[in-house]
């Protein structure tokens, strides 16, 4: 199997790549914000539960993030490989994705992250918001909020990474298809 984690803060363009790389490799894409405004426009009591946090620009609890990834799973039992975007965000995560993973037999094969500018970032969420209806991307306030989270919680999720020799660095300002080209390039050398 063939499990890429595409890592990077609020806005980093995760999303927007995922897109583009599961349809060329194959992968079954696992978005777990996707999978929360999946829940939340269902009106389902996790979605109730996950809309408090997310309004607020908090991380989801970890147990209710891993429950519904190890059910992702059991969905997707033929899966060649799996493209987690926006998981893990916490350490907690990382060591449960990695038990899920031994447990099917597989790892995590390369980690790719995108490095952007925090004023870019605001740019581009706010630019969203205007059209998306995420709450999270209107106010500026809420924005701050989660790069403060992303930096305290889900930094150290790269030393996980590090650790292991499995993460990667990539460019992640320019346009949709540098960027597109940056991360097959890196895909293409681990496939090799
Ligand atoms: P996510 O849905 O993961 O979203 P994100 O981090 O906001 O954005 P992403 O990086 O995917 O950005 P995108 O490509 O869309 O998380 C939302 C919330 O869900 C979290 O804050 C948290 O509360 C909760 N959550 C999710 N996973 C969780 C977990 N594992 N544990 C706990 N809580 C969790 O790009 C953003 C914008 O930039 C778009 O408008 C796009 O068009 C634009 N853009 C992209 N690439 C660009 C480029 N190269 N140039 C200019 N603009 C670009």
């Given at each position: 199997m063939f499990n890429l984690i595409l890592f990077g803060p609020p806005g980093s363009g995760k999303g927007t790549q995922s897109e583009r790389l599961v349809e060329k490799y194959g992968l079954v894409h696992l978005s777990t914000g996707n999978l929360l405004r999946e829940e939340i426009s269902q009106k389902t009591p996790l979605g109730l539960e996950a809309k408090s946090f997310m309004d607020k620009g908090q991380l989801v609890p970890d147990e209710v993030v891993i429950g519904m990834v190890d059910s992702y799973f059991d969905k997707h039992k033929e899966a060649k490989g799996f493209l987690f975007d926006g998981f893990p965000r916490t350490v907690a995560q990382a060591v449960a994705l990695?038990?899920?993973?031994?447990?099917?037999?597989?790892?995590i094969t390369s980690v790719l992250a995108l490095e952007v500018g925090e004023e870019e970032l605001v740019k581009r969420l706010l630019n969203r918001g205007k059209t998306s209806g995420r709450s999270d991307d209107t106010n500026e306030e809420v924005i701050r909020k989660?790069?403060?989270?992303?930096?305290?919680?889900?930094?150290p999720v790269a030393e996980h990474y590090k650790k292991?020799?499995?993460f990667h660095p990539i460019k992640g300002e320019g346009t949709v298809d540098d960027i597109f080209s940056a991360?097959?390039?890196a895909i293409n050398k681990k496939l090799r």
């Open positions: 990695d038990k899920l993973l031994e447990l099917k037999k597989t790892e989660r790069f403060f989270v992303y930096s305290n919680e889900t930094t292991a020799r499995k991360i097959s390039d």
